[in-house]
């Protein structure tokens, strides 16, 4: 079975920081794009970050430059994204998903496989 579990979330003040944590069952992720995405209450799922199956490119929403960095250990099949001086708008639910290695968008659309996402927190 495919399958993305991701952890490391919780609560945090704002300033904080936390690491996420994605990891794949069933295939390797080197072989796939892998985004992260988030949701909050009454918003649209939107996507926060990505890094391709080639080459290694990463991209990254605006709201999140330049706080936010996206990686992967082969070695242990999972995908990070370490999220540091978090602010109360990043609170949200965070899924990771898998598509095709030449996805090179953070549309939620072509990602064919889903974790069950993990809850953030930021909060005083």
């Known amino acids: 079975q495919l399958q993305l579990v991701e952890s490391g979330g919780g609560l945090v003040q704002p300033g904080g920081s936390l690491r996420l944590s994605c990891a794949a069952s069933?295939?390797?992720?080197?072989?796939?794009?892998i985004g992260w995405f988030r949701q909050a209450p009454g918003k649209e799922r939107e996507g926060v970050s990505f890094?391709?199956?080639?080459?290694?490119?990463?991209n990254y929403a605006d709201f999140v430059k330049g706080r936010f960095t996206i990686s992967r250990d082969n070695a242990k099949n999972t995908v990070y994204l370490q999220m540091n001086s978090l602010k109360p708008e990043d609170t949200a639910v965070y899924f990771c998903?898998?598509?095709?290695?030449?996805?090179?968008?953070?549309?939620?659309?072509?990602?064919?496989?889903w974790g069950q996402g993990t809850q953030v927190t930021v909060s005083s």
């Open positions: 998903a898998a598509g095709s290695s030449t996805i090179s968008t953070m549309a939620p659309g072509p990602y064919f496989y």
């Open positions: 890094i391709s199956g080639s080459g290694g490119n990463t």
């Open positions: 069933g295939f390797s992720l080197d072989h796939y794009t």
